[in-house]
Every structure is written in structure tokens, then in C-alpha cells.
């Protein structure tokens, strides 16, 4: 059964077939399931891991910027709390907070087409991380931040059927056996991103 939730910083409704996301008036959190994700390994066979648990909906149409401060409770690699962009089970693109191999937190994204292309960002040396994406046109940038103030600018890239796309928030522990996962000061703009590299 899928459940609607509002958020105060949203303007549209979130829905997942998830039960155990807790919604506040501006933050949600959800424990992530034990050895979940969504990834579609390019040296696979093919097939796509999709049981990550997600908070999804439909923003009006137009230019936006959607952030959110996220903390994990990290335990394994490749825990992660993430900003998605969902269109199919084929298209998506993730912008995560997520525990490296090398036991350290980092801004990592993954952009989907068939098969998924990832990419590291940077180290974080905190427990919580701003995450932002914005739509600009029938293009996407994501941008992380350590202050919520100054973005890093992170990836920027396109994905087909624009005009269906859902966005909203996904939990992962691919290797353990969960975390927890909280996004807190989540925040709606309709606007045009300017310069995508000036920290803006």
C-alpha cells in the first residue's frame, strides 16, 4: 500500500509503498533495509538493484532547487542517505552522503542510464551533509555543502522523460545490514540556478 505524506518545506506530497518513513514538519527518516540499494553495476549482467527504500513525488513544472541536510548512521560500506531523481526502473540519477571503503564519509553521485555511472565527490569531515539538486531546463546539477551555505558543485548531466520524473529521498546499506537515515531542513525553491561552479 503506498502512503502520501506533506512536508511543510515542500509544495507537493511525497508517497512511498514503504511504511517505516517518520515524517515531521519539515524532516523525514527511515531506517535503510539490510543489504539494499538501487544500482545497476555496469559490469553486470544487466540487472538492476531497486529495493532501496523511497519517499517520492512530482514537483510543479518549471526550474527548482530542492536541498536537505541528511545524516547516517553509518556502520557499513556504502551506507547512505540520498537526494533522488527517479524516472524509470532504467533512469535515475542519486546524489548520497555515503560511507566509503575507506570508512570515511563522502558526497558521491550516480547517474543511471541502463546502466549506472559512479562517481565520487569529496571527503566530508562531519556527521551531516547539505545535498542539493536542481533542475535547470531538461538538464540536472547536484551540489553538496558542508555549512549549508557555500555548494560544491558536484555533478551535472541529463536524463530522459524530464516531464515524468519524481524526486525525493532514498535510504541504502548495500553491504550491512541498515542504518539510520534523517533529512532535516528540507527546502523548495522555484528558480533558475545561475553560475553552477561559484558556490552559490
Known sequence: MTVSHTISGLPFPLSSAHPDWRVGANEVATRAAER??????PAGDGSAQLDAVRLLG???????????????????????GVLLIWVDEQHWAKLCFEYSPDREPMAVSVVTRGVSDDANGFTVEAEELWVRIARIGSAYAFHASTDGSRWAFVRYFALPDTSVAQFGFEAQSPM?????????????EQRTLGDLRDGS
Request: aromatic share 14%; hydrophobic share 50%.
Open 58 to 80: 512530482t514537483p510543479p513544472a518549471g526550474d527548482f532547487v530542492l536541498s536537505a541536510r541528511v545524516r547516517v548512521g553509518f556502520r557499513a560500506t556504502f551506507d547512505a
Open 176 to 188: 550491512g545490514e541498515g542504518c539510520d537515515v534523517e533529512f532535516a531542513e528540507i527546502a523548495f
Open 36 to 41: 539494499s540499494d538501487l544500482f545497476a553495476d
